[in-house]
């Protein structure tokens, strides 16, 4: 794994428990996921990463695993905050020697956003999930 893909999954796991990676379980697939401030991220991992820090700018990175190994997928997302405003998230897809993830950017303020993911693997079936977060900006 590359050193970029290490101190990414090194900040995720090193994350606040709001923002840290969480796991969400469908029958063979695994699939992984984070939200945080971009911020966060240390400029040098963040310009390899091909994110754009800022004060009011969230990452969304997903990764799906099958029996431990890095899956490629189509991933979509919709972010809704609390007045009901929703966008929809475009995704790039990254690969680091072995590891596959999917990275997406989106403006917040200080709020609770709510977001809806839809994955499928391998030709196998959609998979979705929900989650809440809340994000601040940057001081």
Do not use: W
Request: net charge negative; charged share 20%.
């Amino acid at each position: 794994m590359s050193r970029p893909a290490l101190f990414l999954l090194a900040l995720c796991l090193s994350l606040p428990a709001t923002a840290a990676e969480r796991l969400q379980k469908f029958a063979d697939v695994d699939v992984h996921y984070s939200a945080f401030n971009s911020g966060f991220l240390q400029p040098e991992i963040a310009s390899a990463a091909g994110i754009v820090r800022g004060k009011s700018q969230g990452v969304l990175n997903v990764s799906v695993l099958k029996d431990g190994k890095a899956q490629p997928a189509t991933v979509k997302a919709q972010v809704r905050n609390l007045l009901g405003q929703s966008r929809s998230l475009s995704f790039r897809e990254v690969r680091e020697g072995e590891a596959i993830y999917y990275l997406s950017q989106f403006p917040f303020d200080q709020e609770t956003l709510h977001f809806k993911v839809d994955v499928q693997s391998g030709g196998g079936p959609l998979n979705s999930f929900e989650f809440d977060q809340q994000f601040f900006p940057d001081e």
